[in-house]
């Protein structure tokens, strides 16, 4: 709605592009290691799979009430992969990156992200230690970029991982709203095709695709 502005859409699409939720929940942790870390009960040649911290349910429970509040636990599910292991050109030669999708982190905290950043992080590599004991000592250089960052860095509203939260009433034929779910808007010639519109998320590439067909047909 920023690059269109409100005075040249009808109101009913304001109000609907108004209220779609984007309330980021997640944030990425980045890490420089000066080797290869060990995880406990993992093997070295499963390394290059992905690692997911999150014990059982309870876990995820209790980090989601967190959320919940504006806060966060400080025992945060993390996803968590090593790219250097298969692309050896992210790297010096015998270092590696760790990047770690971190969820729980709510965009809105009572405390600001300016202030809890560094708690978080902290939090992070706390819980890193636990797992692969040592890798504090690997690390050369650690970045964990907010839900805020998302926005302010990369312009997605409210910091959402799939620039809009995936539920029933934002899925499929409602994505991002009614009206505008295949890929067209009010305005013409402007199509949609990133991660708010269906089939959304990630970077999967798909949202464009489609929009890219939707074009050809209409001018088929």
Same mark, same amino acid.
């Given at each position: 709605? !920023? &690059? ?9 699409? #304001? ?9 980021? %929940?997640?944030?990425?942790?980045? &890490? ?15 390394? +290059? @799979? ?46 590696? #990156?760790?990047?770690?999708? #971190?969820? @729980? ?6 405390? +600001? ?5 560094? #708690?978080?992080?902290?939090? !992070?590599? %706390? ?10 000592? &690997? ?24 620039? $809009? ?27 949609? !095709? ?7 998320? +990630?970077?999967? $590439? ?15």
């Amino acid at each position: 709605m !920023c &690059l269109v502005g409100p005075k040249h859409l009808e109101s009913h699409y #304001v109000h609907k592009i108004s209220n779609i939720r984007m309330r980021g %929940n997640t944030s990425k942790l980045h &890490l420089a290691l000066s080797g290869l870390p060990k995880f406990k009960g993992v093997d070295k040649e499963d390394l +290059g @799979n992905r690692i997911i911290n999150a014990p059982n349910m309870k876990y995820l429970e209790l980090a989601h009430d967190f959320t919940k509040y504006g806060e966060y636990s400080d025992q945060l599910p993390m996803e968590i992969i090593i790219p250097s292991i298969h692309d050896k050109t992210l790297a010096p030669k015998g270092h590696h #990156v760790l990047s770690a999708i #971190v969820n @729980n982190t709510a965009y809105h905290l009572k405390d +600001g992200w300016e202030q809890s950043k560094p #708690v978080v992080l902290e939090n !992070c590599l %706390n819980q890193l230690e636990e797992m692969a004991p040592g890798i504090r000592k &690997l690390i050369l250089h650690a970045e964990l970029l907010s839900p805020k960052d998302f926005e302010n860095e990369y312009g997605i509203t409210g910091g959402h991982w799939h620039q $809009g939260e995936l539920t029933f009433d934002q899925f499929l034929m409602l994505r991002p709203i009614p009206g505008m779910a295949q890929y067209t808007s009010p305005i013409e010639s402007l199509y949609l !095709c990133g991660a708010g519109s269906h089939p959304g998320g +990630g970077l999967m $590439g798909l949202a464009g695709r489609n929009a890219a067909n939707e074009i050809l047909s209409r001018e088929s």
